[in-house]
């Protein structure tokens, strides 16, 4: 059994169709996120042509053909998807990558490491040197 998906989308010419999102199913930040993955393959104006839709026109930057630009429209919606999971899963991890960071920049072992090892360092004698590589250039 084989289904066909329909998108719904509008040509407008062999190097031009226009498509619309509704904004409940993918958030802004996803719907941004996959433009920005195509601004080296068309051009992408969004406009909103009624609440809560995001309209969104492809143009080509070449010469294309309908096909081209029908599977254009398809990789995008691929990539839309792919953007609403990444989305998804910051949106669940947030509060677990402010704690990480929030830790690596108060905690203040990795400080006293930093002493510890300059303090080892200033303790440290030099041996003398056949070679004279410790011997500043200055002399």
Known sequence: MSEK???NYEVQSDSELNIVIDESLYPL???YGACYIFIDRCYLFLHRPEDKKIGIRFRAKDTSSKESMEALVVEFSNELL??????KISEATA???EYTMARAFVSSPAQT???????ELDAEELEEDDLEI???WEE
């Open 113 to 119: 490491s930093i002493d510890a090892l300059l303090a």
């Open 82 to 87: 792919n953007q609403v999971l990444r989305f």
């Open 5 to 7: 998906m329909s998108l």
């Open 134 to 136: 410790s011997v500043p």
């Open 29 to 31: 930040d996803a719907v």
């Open 95 to 97: 509060q677990i990558r």
